[in-house]
């Protein structure tokens, strides 16, 4: 191999180590090591799905790519929801109130009735609902150790899976965000 070619390697590996170390994943501090590393991957996605929407307009928000789809307003609201039902579920050891599940839990399910219901709000009613149901998540998790995220909640299924579920969930629906968004009208 060329003595530029070994150069240009060395740098580019350089700058992949130095990026990479940049991006570190560590505990947010004031929790647990493995709660707090769940919160940093939590917040992480929030805030990039938020700097992704933060700005559509009505028509964007309710955007409809064929009849099968989702909003992009539905999407945000059915993290709401699925955040909300797992932080009262496991943070607060109860079920639903029907105030609850009337405004946060609407998108528990995407499918067509739920769209009708979904339409009108502007981005920041759902960006305003999952800050909401996020303070009560951090709050929650503030006050379990370890020791209970990594217990059973039932037979085959702990605590850190749940959450795990919640963080990978948004994942998800992130890159489903960027399609629709993609598909917007030019």
């Not at 740098?11 to 992949?16: A, E, G, H, N, P």
């Not at 307009?57 to 929801?81: C, K, P, R, W, Y």
């Not at 399910?109 to 981005?123: C, F, M, S, V, W």
Request: hydrophobic share 40%; with cysteine.
């Amino acid at each position: 191999m060329c003595s530029s070619k070994k150069i240009f390697l060395v740098v580019l590996s350089l700058t992949f180590t130095t990026l990479n170390a940049q991006n570190m994943v560590e505990p947010t501090p004031g929790y647990t090591t493995q709660i707090g590393v769940m919160v940093f991957m939590l917040e992480d996605l929030k805030d990039r799905i938020t700097e992704q929407v933060k700005d559509l307009n009505q028509a964007q928000t309710d955007f409809l790519f064929d009849e099968n789809a989702n909003s992009i307003g539905a999407l945000v609201m059915h993290l709401v929801s699925t955040e909300a039902y797992y932080y009262i579920e496991t943070l607060e050891g109860r079920q639903w109130t029907e105030d609850e599940r009337t405004r946060l839990g609407l998108a528990g399910e995407l499918n067509a009735e739920t769209r009708e219901k979904l339409k009108g709000y502007p981005i920041q009613h759902y960006l305003d609902l999952w800050d909401e149901v996020r303070e009560k998540t951090l709050a929650g998790l503030k006050t379990k150790d370890d020791e209970w995220f990594a217990s059973s909640l039932e037979e085959g299924l702990d605590y850190h899976y749940v959450w795990y579920h919640v963080m990978e969930h948004s994942a998800n629906h992130m890159g489903q965000i960027a399609l629709v968004k993609n598909r917007l009208p030019k």
